[in-house]
């Protein structure tokens, strides 16, 4: 089973991203005599965001991806999710909107969403879902030490850019909506400041997914991976940026 990080926007033309993820849930399912598997799909809504047109559309274009039965779970910012919504489940989909919101109403169940991934449980990260999977999350902002790294639109109302331990079920940081939203700089200007290992930033309608295997990219984009440079004395002296590419 496999962790599928999104990069951000859907239609109902982009299946083949969530194609994988409904396949290894329905795997999942049959081990325990079930023909369809159960998704539990959780959203946090903050200031209509995301928008009414995703909460009703984005379970139903997974469900047309193959047979599956999203259960959707649906919290106001400002709330948690109870460990009730881990129940007999198939895979778990933590969706996109305001990454913050995410975090907050995430974390009160990290350790019982730990311990079914490493179950076996398949994991997608939708947009602020992928972002927080990471062992150091990036939640937002688009400024380092004052100085702009990215559009301000893409800031998730933080200024300065915000990290912090995130699900840890990725090692590596991660930022999505790359090519789009112009975040792909804000993930080379964390890596050379020192404030995260590298890590990878993800176009819409994209998906990594990360296995057992090597790491595959699926969808009409591609993941962009930053890497810092270091010299004999430990100290960081650029930044190395490339594609992983598209299968």
């Known amino acids: 089973m496999s962790i599928h990080l999104v990069g951000g926007g859907w239609s109902a033309e982009s299946t083949e991203v969530y194609e994988l993820f409904v396949a290894e849930a329905a795997t999942r399912a049959a081990r325990v005599g079930r ?20 909460r009703t559309g984005y379970p139903a274009m997974l469900a047309s991806v193959g047979p599956c039965e999203p259960l959707v779970h649906e919290v106001d910012g400002g709330e948690a999710f109870d460990t009730v919504v881990l129940s007999d489940i198939d895979a778990l989909l933590v969706a996109g909107g305001m990454t913050p919101a995410y975090f907050d109403a995430v974390m009160p169940i990290v350790d019982q969403v730990r311990l079914l991934v490493a179950d076996g449980l398949p994991y997608l990260g939708f947009s602020a879902g992928a972002m927080i999977a990471a062992d150091t999350a990036i939640l937002g902002g688009y400024m380092i030490g004052g100085v702009e790294v990215c559009p301000a639109d ?75 440079q270091i010299d004999d004395d430990g100290e960081i002296t650029g930044v190395s940026v490339g594609t992983i590419g598209v299968d």
């Open 35 to 54: 023909d369809v598997p159960r998704i539990a799909v959780l959203i946090v809504v903050e200031d209509d965001v995301p928008s009414e047109e995703f």
């Open 154 to 228: 893409a800031a998730e109302d933080l200024d300065e850019v915000t990290l912090v331990q995130g699900l840890g079920l990725v090692d590596l940081a991660i930022d999505v909506h790359a090519a789009q939203w112009g975040t792909l700089t804000r993930l080379i200007a964390a890596t050379e400041a020192g404030m995260v290992t590298g890590g990878v930033a993800i176009d819409e309608n994209t998906v990594l997914v990360v296995g057992e295997g090597a790491l595959a990219v699926i969808g009409s984009g591609s993941v962009w991976r930053v890497e810092p």
